[in-house]
């Protein structure tokens, strides 16, 4: 999200670039997931996200079983593949199966707290925001109102 941002143009084919150009020298970082105060992840993934739909942008299904009426929070830790494996991971996207892949954890959580080194930049809903080191990830249930015009 931050290259994308700081790229003057907009659309898949500028992701598809950029990714070709930071993918292969992209180093993982450490990272300590704790889980409702009570399972503890140590991992080093691509990345992780938190979903409480089953698509981000372009329609991709990254958490097909991930409900906005569970008052849970999918946990999805992605696993870096290597080059050769990447269209297998787009064929998992394509079936909108990849829940069904070896390069995804999916655990479910109404709180995590992520431990990290150091602070850094995070997507958050496709914006690059900068977060501190320890972050804490809460559903927040029954909490978005809408109003409708008669």
């Known amino acids: ?32 997931l704790i889980l409702d105060d009570e399972t503890t992840i140590e991992c080093k993934p691509f990345f992780f996200f938190f979903a409480n739909s089953s698509q981000f942008g372009y329609n991709a299904e990254i958490s097909p079983k991930a409900s906005v009426q569970d ?8 696993k870096k593949p290597n080059i050769l494996e990447i269209p297998i991971v787009a064929t998992y996207f ?8 070896k390069f995804i954890d999916i655990y479910k959580a109404k709180k995590i707290k992520v431990i990290r080194k150091e602070a850094a930049v995070a997507n958050i809903d496709g914006e690059p925001i900068e977060i501190s080191k320890d972050i804490i990830v809460e559903i927040n249930p029954l909490s978005l109102n809408i109003l409708l015009n008669n």
């Open 1 to 32: 999200a931050d290259y994308f941002a700081k790229d003057g143009n907009r659309g898949f084919l500028t992701y598809a670039k950029l990714v070709t150009e930071k993918y292969p020298n992209y180093k993982q970082k450490e990272y300590t």
């Open 94 to 101: 394509l079936v909108k199966q990849i829940d069904k892949s």
């Open 71 to 78: 008052g849970l929070l999918d946990v999805c830790v992605f």
